[in-house]
């Protein structure tokens, strides 16, 4: 390995180490394995740009380029044109995933989930990372000086950590750099040559040297380590371990929580647990149909949907009237609720809509006044909690939804928005399901018998997400869980100008005696709540096989004084509804979210969380790496060809001394050198003339100085010593010099565009071509030939046989 090869492969290294002190900044480790691919592939882009006679500062120019394409291939495909191909488009999603990522750093606490925004940030930043490092250490040889970025890196890593970073990360960090700092030294060294002083007995070998700096090296990291064991403590950031964060006090103030809750539920879903997760008893008949609501996420930007308020207050004792209700005079339900330990990330679970809350510690707990959301200070809050809720008892009626008036012009306005790149199938499929449908309650209805129906299946093996594509990919294949129907139809419904959001939560718990129920991890749940004034946000359940269909009974036809009414729930459909299973031990509510028969087996069989890209994304990358290798191949082939060419050393007379004797092959391989360069900087070959002739024409044509041309003829005349001269003609003139004389002059005659197009694309790697040809014609002769004898071989007897009983004829 060339000592610029390692330095690369120490350099990629070297940041691929300070990454890691990155890793504790989100709940998993995936993004790691996607930026140490970019780390490689910038740096193998580092080390082809370097073997072309390219400016120095281009090298970095098309590391930039590259990581900009992985970042639009890995975030941005969706806006892709055939999948790989960059635009506007592409550059536009970027945009706003980057921008969704910079809203979730003053959203969530460490560690966050891995929403793409935040994916996006970590693994850009450390791909240019390794392009500083790259640059300075590699194409500039100060690697030194790579320190300084990869320090930032370990800096804004660790510092951002706080109390989830360790001292370990600084150790892979350290090392990696002194790995770099040693093979950077090992170079000085050899350039400067094996001894350095005295004679014999006092001579100092690179070897000793490269040993000492190690040994130095070491030393003062293990005197970084141990240093501030025995010093007095100084918060100065790079190794402290820093301090939780905290919530704002006062009436209002921004929480920060690691919890993102489609994340978590997408997460708990595909790897449903039988832990307990609560507890509760709830005083109402209606107890097996009522959901635990953790919070509503209401904004939706085309990436995912989430939370839009970025400010909570204080939790009061008494909870806000619920967005939309005009009577407040309803029934309410009690609920007291038990925690488990194995709950320990979630927002607080109530039945919608609460009055009001009582928790050991209101401290700990904020409310987010737009959704009713209660929301933790610290991520650990809710585990092991005891409290009680008391929540309003709503019964509409299907007829006093139908005769809900249109929701105030704030609400629509908020709860109605939709990203511009929405794809057109979310809006024509919405107004086919509902085309018969004349109020805002039959077009949800319409929705959820369509998402109920028998074309839709629910299935946990699906790519999970929320954002437009895979809204769009859910349509088109029909098939997800709750997240996907629940994002889905709250689109829809947006379209169709009804207010929506996404709500999250639990399911009806299991019942233990007829008054205490149990949540279990299988019981995550999403569902849309659509807006209806006078009754505020109600729940509607779009997926199949999963959770209470919210079909609200349509036997009042006139509406009640109050709104309070008895909801009863419509059975579903036939094809919607899971199969029984035969097994004894297969409850009723397991039935009903059909964990029996088949979709049990299919949720166990859930995927893990994998430490590799997406076939899709990886499949992307291979097919832009290997036509971007296609259409360098020009190019590389004349960089070897030409180092083939210019490379010989010739041999020395008898005795070692005098100037190097070029054999007949040499000389010929300079001559066609210099044409082929001639060539691929404007000045086609002309086979009519003679070397001396080609010569001359290549010194007129590209304007060529004296010690050009000089060089030029010297080239020509060895040449014409070769292939006219009697043998025994010795050539000693350093050929390969005045090739590169000769090309440095046609160079700078063709200006940057010509030399651009002779680097890219040679037009004498046409010969490439043409050796192709030749060699497949070549083979399908030898094929033909062979072929055509073993057919002769096998025919021929038995031709001659009845050649010769032809010849004899009949009576033979």
């Known amino acids: 390995m060339t000592t610029r090869a390692k330095l690369t492969v120490y350099s990629a290294l070297a940041t691929a ?230 919530s704002g006090g006062g009436t209002g103030g921004s929480v920060a929580t690691s919890l993102d809750p489609l994340v978590s539920l997408e997460s708990a879903i595909t790897k449903p647990s039988n832990n307990e997760l609560l507890s509760y008893t709830l005083d109402s008949d209606l107890a097996e149909q009522t959901y635990l609501r953790t919070g509503s996420l209401d904004q939706f930007d085309g990436a995912n949907w989430k939370l839009s308020s970025p400010v909570v207050r204080d939790l009061p004792a008494t909870l806000p009237a619920p967005e939309g209700l005009h009577d407040p005079n309803v029934p309410h339900i009690e609920g007291n609720f038990q925690v488990s330990d194995q709950l320990e990330k979630s927002w607080l679970p109530m039945p919608y809509p609460a009055a009001s809350v009582t928790l050991p510690d209101r401290n700990d707990w904020k409310l987010d006044p737009m959704t009713g959301t209660v929301v933790p200070v610290g991520d650990k809050a809710i585990r092991g909690l005891h409290y009680q809720v008391s929540a309003l008892d709503l019964r509409p009626t299907a007829d006093e939804l139908r005769a809900a008036p249109l929701a105030p012009q704030d609400v629509q306005e908020h709860y109605t928005a939709l990203p511009s790149d929405l794809p057109p199938v979310v809006a024509d499929q919405a107004r086919a399901v509902t085309a018969n449908a004349r109020t805002d309650y039959d077009r949800a209805t319409a929705l959820v018998n369509w998402f109920t129906g028998p074309e839709f299946k629910y299935d946990t093996s699906v790519e999970g997400g929320t954002g437009s594509n895979a809204i769009a990919v859910f349509l088109r294949d029909r098939r997800g869980f709750c997240v996907h129907f629940a994002s889905t139809m709250a689109a829809m419904a947006r379209v169709l100008k009804i207010p929506a959001r996404v709500a999250v939560g639990f399911t009806p718990g299991d019942t233990k005696d007829g008054k205490n129920y149990s949540v279990t991890g299988r019981m995550y749940h999403a569902w849309p709540e659509l807006y209806f004034s006078g009754y505020g946000w109600m729940r509607f359940e779009p997926t199949p096989s999963r959770g209470v269909p919210a079909r609200y009974t349509e036997a009042s036809s006139a509406p009640t004084t109050a709104p309070t009414q008895q909801p009863t729930v419509a059975a579903t459909s036939a094809a919607a509804a899971p199969a029984p299973s035969s097994s004894s031990d297969c409850t009723a509510k397991q039935r009903q979210l059909g964990d029996c028969g088949p979709k049990g087996k299919a949720v166990s069989q859930a995927a893990e969380e994998s430490w590799l890209l997406s076939g899709q994304v990886l499949g992307t990358l291979g097919v832009v790496l290997t036509l971007i290798a296609l259409l360098l191949i020009p190019m590389f082939w004349r960089t070897a060809i030409r180092r083939r060419r210019l490379g010989g050393g010739g041999r020395r007379r008898p005795g070692g001394d005098g100037p190097t004797e070029l054999t007949d092959a040499q000389v010929l391989a300079a001559w066609d050198e210099l044409v082929d360069s001639a060539w691929d900087l404007g000045i086609p070959p002309d086979e009519s003339r003679t070397p001396r002739s080609a010569a001359r024409r290549i010194t007129e044509t590209a304007h060529l100085d004296a010690e050009a041309a000089a060089a030029a003829g010297r080239l020509a005349l060895a040449t014409e010593r070769v292939l006219y001269a009697p043998a025994g003609q010795v050539t000693t003139a350093p050929l390969a010099a005045d090739v590169r004389t000769a090309r440095r002059a046609m160079q700078a005659d063709a200006g940057r565009r010509g030399r651009i197009r002779a680097l890219l694309l040679p037009p004498s790697s046409a010969q490439l071509w043409w050796r192709i040809s030749d060699a497949v014609r070549a083979a399908r002769t030898a094929v033909a030939t062979r072929t055509g004898r073993a057919v002769e071989a096998v025919t021929g007897p038995v031709r001659r046989v009845f050649t010769r009983r032809k010849r004899s004829g009949p009576g033979a």
Do not use: K
């Not at 300075?136 to 800096?155: E, N, W």
């Not at 970073?165 to 892979?172: K, L, P, Q």
């Open 17 to 246: 180490l300070a990454s890691l002190c990155m890793l504790p900044l989100l709940t998993t480790r995936s993004w790691l394995t996607h930026a140490v691919l970019v780390v490689g592939v910038v740096s193998a882009v580092g080390v082809g740009m370097r073997r072309s006679p390219l400016y120095r500062w281009s090298v970095p120019v098309a590391q930039l380029l590259v990581l900009l394409l992985l970042m639009l291939i890995g975030f941005a495909g969706s806006g892709m044109t055939a999948g790989v191909l960059p635009g506007a488009d592409a550059l536009r999603v970027l945009g706003r995933v980057f921008s969704s990522g910079v809203d979730d750093i003053g959203q969530y606490a460490i560690p966050a989930p891995p929403t793409a925004g935040l994916r996006l940030i970590l693994v850009s930043a450390v791909g240019l990372i390794a392009v500083l490092v790259d640059t300075i250490a590699v194409t500039y040889r100060r690697a030194a000086l790579a320190g300084l970025p990869l320090l930032a890196l370990f800096s804004i890593g660790n510092g951002l950590a706080g109390e989830h970073g360790s001292w370990v990360w600084f150790c892979f960090a350290a090392a990696g750099y002194l790995a770099l700092l040693f093979a950077e030294g090992q170079d000085r060294v050899s350039r400067w040559g094996r001894v350095f002083r005295g004679g014999a007995r006092g001579t100092v070998t690179s070897s000793q040297v490269s040993l000492g700096g190690q040994q130095v090296g070491v030393l003062a990291l293990a005197l970084a380590l141990l240093l501030p064991v025995f010093l007095p403590r100084w918060d100065l950031g790079l190794l402290d371990s820093g301090s939780g964060g905290s």
